[in-house]
Nanobody
Framework: QVQLVESGGRSVQAGGSLRLSCEAS????????MGWFRQAPGKEREFVAA????????IYDDSVKGRFTISRDNDKNTVYLQMNNLKPEDTAVYLC????????????????WGQGTQVTVSS
């Protein structure tokens, strides 16, 4: 288990871009698959993207494919979510998650979660 802290969320206009960061503690980060989820008020948590421990594989929800890119820098213990062409429906609290198995991360069963960062997209 690692400690995760997200940052970078803010209010932007539709069509704009943001980059979220998730910084992890501990050396175990380099062996962890990581993911991003989002949750809007009154809605359940939704998968956004996940990346393997070495960055060799990434998966995306259809709603963000082609607009969002997940990446990681293991030397900095950080995973990123680059969000382009933002839409109002992207408005949510974005959370990062990590675990030793990408399958667990992708289905929302990761052992480590951050506190979330708010993204608001106005039209």
């Amino acid at each position: 288990q690692v400690q995760l802290v997200e940052s970078g969320g803010r209010s932007v206009q539709a069509g704009g871009s943001l980059r979220l960061s998730c910084e992890a503690s501990g050396r175990a980060f380099s062996t962890y698959a990581m993911g991003w989820f989002r949750q809007a008020p009154g809605k359940e948590r939704e998968f956004v993207a996940a990346i393997s421990w070495n960055g060799g594989n990434a998966i995306y929800d259809d709603s963000v494919k082609g607009r969002f890119t997940i990446s990681r820098d293991n030397d900095k213990n950080t995973v990123y979510l680059q969000m382009n062409n933002l839409k109002p429906e992207d408005t949510a609290v974005y959370l990062c998650a990590g675990d030793g198995a990408i399958d667990l991360v992708a289905v929302g069963l990761a052992g480590s979660w951050g506190q979330g960062t708010q993204v608001t997209v106005s039209s």
